[in-house]
């Protein structure tokens, strides 16, 4: 069920929404108007939009309610905080960060391809989140033609926050096997494929990190970073903590 037939009702000429108002205050709108509203503002000024909530039930609740109003290419996107708090000398969740990642991958490589509706909590944006500059820095594209040794591409790998392992079937982690590359990357491309003749790339496909069978062939992806913070600095982080 979707209910995005009801969002021009909002864009009536005297509505803020209509007038291109950046900051609609949201706590003066009943609970129930406010995914509409939201949704209405997504779609009126076609730029990402932040929604800040105090607990997790309620993003839980806003993001069910929210898909009802935004296009289903378009859901809202969640996002999560760390289970580790910020004082936590905890190990970080893969998963959570390779998704984390593909979030800063749409804003920061495809800005206004759609809007992006992201719902979190004031906890999740207390952990650190790289820069767009440094984000960008990590970002690997690789195509068919190009010359670079398989060799130079895992260091970049590794470099960016890669985790080598001999079977590549969870997020972040690479694996090499004679000629040919495996990536488990952020974002859409997730499973790539590349093979290499001599210092060449010779074919990219994605592939499948459950059945490990490759699907299509590619002429190009980008393999984003897999980490949302900046590994820059770890020596000297490492350094302070020991």
Do not use: K
Not at 177 to 204: A, Q
């Amino acid at each position: 069920m979707t209910l995005t037939h009801l969002l021009p009702l909002l864009d009536a000429p005297d509505a803020a929404i209509a007038r291109g108002e950046r900051h609609i205050r949201t706590a003066d709108l009943p609970s129930a108007a406010r995914p509409a509203v939201i949704a209405a503002m997504a779609a009126r000024l076609g730029v990402p939009i932040l929604v800040v909530t105090a607990r997790q039930e309620t993003a839980d609740m806003l993001g069910t309610a929210l898909a009802l109003f935004l296009p289903p290419a378009s859901p809202p996107v969640p996002w999560s905080a760390p289970d580790p708090l910020p004082y936590e000398q905890l190990p970080h969740d893969a998963a959570l960060s390779a998704r984390r990642s593909a979030i800063l991958g749409a804003l920061v490589e495809q800005p206004g391809v759609s809007p992006l509706v992201i719902v979190a909590t004031v906890r999740a944006l207390m952990a650190t989140v790289r820069r767009p500059a440094s984000y960008r820095n990590d970002v690997i594209r690789v195509e068919v033609g190009q010359r670079r040794s398989d060799a130079a591409l895992v260091r970049d790998l590794v470099a960016a926050g890669y985790r080598v392992e001999p079977l590549v079937d969870g997020p972040c982690t690479v694996s090499r096997r004679g000629g040919i590359i495996d990536v488990y990357t952020p974002g859409p491309d997730e499973g790539v494929r590349i093979e290499f003749f001599g210092d060449e790339i010779d074919s990219i496909r994605r592939f499948d990190p459950v059945t490990q069978r490759s699907i299509e062939r590619v002429r190009a992806a980008t393999l984003l970073p897999p980490l949302e913070f900046d590994l820059t600095a770890r020596d000297d982080a490492v350094a302070r903590l020991t």
